[in-house]
């Protein structure tokens, strides 16, 4: 049962799409708004306007005669995905560099640190954590919260599509490494431009494995 606390439709929203996340929705499937609503114990209308959300975030697609299905993220739409995303994380860290605090600045040379120390240690798992918290640190340090939202969304769609699993490669650890050390040189040095540009640098290498990640996806789907 759904802890029922205000506002429902966001509560709907976090569960559906942590559904969507972990595979207990996987893509295709019809998410129907009584048989939610028996489950998760509220009302139909707060399921209905989660529905709606998840499709605006780029989740579900509404078919006619299914309603609200799991979307595929192909790859044409994950390379739209892609591009916005990149647009919005060098958005992010032109702010972030504007915006800063110096303890936040500490706070996000603490999180690359960490993150060397699990590329040292080979703590895969720690070090997938860490890369999502050192640009989530970017994204708070932008005090721009409708970017804060959407960046999240994106970072998690690539996340579910698995690219995260390239950094499973010891040549990838080592370049995410070296190319979040030289957004963060250029954040200390308050060079929002260069930041900007490693930054660029950064998603254009994330792009680039994650085209090789699908391709190998699709040629191991013919074999």
Request: proline letters at 3%; a negative charge; hydrophobic letters at 35%.
């Given at each position: 049962?759904?802890?029922?606390?205000?506002?429902?439709?966001?509560?709907?929203?976090?569960?559906?799409?942590?559904?969507?996340?972990?595979?207990?929705?996987?893509?295709?499937?019809?998410?129907?708004?009584?048989?939610?609503?028996?489950?998760l114990g509220i009302s139909r209308t707060p399921i209905r306007e989660a529905l709606q959300m998840l499709e605006q975030a780029g989740w579900l697609t509404m078919e006619t005669y299914k309603g609200a299905v799991v979307r595929e993220l192909d790859p044409v739409y994950m390379e739209e995905?892609?591009?916005?995303?990149?647009?919005?994380?060098?958005?992010?860290?032109?702010?972030?560099?504007?915006?800063?605090?110096?303890?936040?600045?500490?706070?996000?040379?603490?999180?690359?640190?960490?993150?060397?120390?699990?590329?040292?240690?080979?703590?895969?798992?720690?070090?997938?954590?860490?890369?999502?918290?050192?640009?989530?640190?970017?994204?708070?340090?932008?005090?721009?919260?409708?970017?804060?939202?959407?960046?999240?969304?994106?970072?998690?769609?690539?996340?579910?599509?698995?690219?995260?699993?390239?950094?499973?490669?010891?040549?990838?650890?080592?370049?995410?490494?070296?190319?979040?050390?030289?957004?963060?040189?250029?954040?200390?040095?308050?060079?929002?431009?260069?930041?900007?540009?490693?930054?660029?640098?950064?998603?254009?290498?994330?792009?680039?494995?994650?085209?090789?990640?699908?391709?190998?996806?699709?040629?191991?789907?013919?074999?």
């Amino acid at each position: 049962m759904l802890e029922k606390q205000l506002p429902y439709k966001y509560k709907v929203f976090d569960v559906l799409k942590k559904g969507i996340l972990c595979g207990t929705y996987p893509p295709g499937t019809v998410l129907n708004e009584r048989r939610l609503s028996e489950e998760l114990g509220i009302s139909r209308t707060p399921i209905r306007e989660a529905l709606q959300m998840l499709e605006q975030a780029g989740w579900l697609t509404m078919e006619t005669y299914k309603g609200a299905v799991v979307r595929e993220l192909d790859p044409v739409y994950m390379e739209e995905v892609g591009s916005i995303r990149r647009a919005l994380e060098q958005c992010a860290v032109e702010q972030a560099v504007r915006n800063m605090r110096p303890d936040e600045l500490a706070r996000l040379v603490g999180i690359h640190e960490k993150q060397q120390e699990m590329l040292e240690r080979y703590d895969i798992q720690s070090f997938v954590a860490m890369d999502r918290q050192f640009h989530n640190c970017i994204y708070q340090m932008s005090q721009n919260r409708e970017l804060i939202q959407l960046l999240q969304n994106y970072y998690d769609m690539f996340q579910y599509m698995g690219t995260q699993a390239l950094l499973n490669t010891d040549e990838r650890r080592v370049t995410t490494i070296r190319e979040h050390q030289a957004v963060l040189d250029a954040m200390q040095k308050g060079q929002a431009d260069e930041a900007v540009r490693a930054m660029r640098i950064h998603m254009d290498f994330t792009m680039q494995n994650m085209r090789m990640r699908m391709g190998d996806s699709e040629k191991r789907g013919t074999e």
